[in-house]
């Protein structure tokens, strides 16, 4: 799948040492210590959030029917009542960034769930589009997607490192690419690109001394292809080198934190308290959107969604931009 670019790449840079990294926290069982940190704001049951969440909404979205948000945190709401709310909230616990999900009983078919990921979201509305799981702390529990296509896989941004992960994605022919959205959510891609030899993707505009080894950096305003069936679109206002990556068969835009959803509503937002350039810059991007022909939104962080046509998505954005220029 080569790289049609209608503007040049930034050559590759030598591959530098990582910086130090923060600190992780590791997984623990529903010991004494775990059990203490649970929030009083569970319902009584197996499963539990314990103190560490940072609010990232992942379990919420992941098994809506377990976890909800209570008092600035996320919290069971109610036990899983099924075979499928077991499975989702299994999911759930090996995705949550810091570890907060606990069972106080051992999860005897936890493999069997590990073995899940990469998920398909919908096999037939987004064929060949897949969810990582295993978020990181380190991108504040961004959401990754593996792209399985003919000409080469590509990942989009990167899940926290895991073995089990890592065997899972070879098994669908690995990935020939890594499109990091922006700066925030570049997580673990260096072990990754090491794993699975993919070249790494971001703009210039977000390259920090954690990607300054990156295989391709992309300049300019673009748009970029990559092959025919992806375009990169440029997208800044939440950071310099924020781009969307749209996958045209299936009528998807990938949007890292560039544009997502409102957790209070379904109205999309831009969540300008963590812009890190102006709103009218962002609301510029939003414009560009106009022009694509795409139906779902895949957000780096909170829900995605799929609207019934181009023309619903397109007044979508229109009701965002009426919102901050009226």
Known sequence: MALMMSLRFAPPASVAAPPPRRPRAV??????????????QNVPGDFFVDHRCIDCQTCRWMAPEVFKRVDGKAAVAAQPISD???????????????????????AKDILQVQNMFPLPIDN???PGVYLCGYHSQ?????????????????LVDSPRYT???????????GARYMFLTHMDDVADHRKWAERLKCERIIHSGDVEDVTADVEWKLTGNGPWDIGADFELIH??????????????????????????KSEESDDLDLFLMYSKQSVGLQLDSMRKLLKLDFE????????????????A???AIESLIANYTS
């Open 235 to 260: 997208t800044p206002g939440h950071t310099e080198g924020s781009v969307c990556l749209f996958y045209k068969p299936v009528k998807a835009l990938f949007t890292g934190d560039h544009v997502a």
């Open 84 to 106: 499928e709310h077991r499975t989702k909230a299994l999911q759930a616990l090996l995705s949550c960034p810091t570890s907060s999900i606990h069972t106080e009983k051992p």
């Open 138 to 154: 380190d991108s504040y529990g961004a959401t990754s997607y593996l792209l399985t296509h003919p000409d080469g896989n590509i």
């Open 124 to 126: 037939h509305l987004l």
């Open 27 to 40: 997984a623990s069982s529903a010991s004494s210590p775990a059990l203490q940190r649970r929030r009083p």
């Open 163 to 173: 073995t089990k992960l890592a065997e899972n994605i070879e098994k669908l022919g």
């Open 296 to 311: 779902w939104f895949l957000p780096g962080h909170g829900y995605r969604i799929h609207y019934k046509d181009v023309h």
């Open 313 to 315: 998505k397109d007044s």
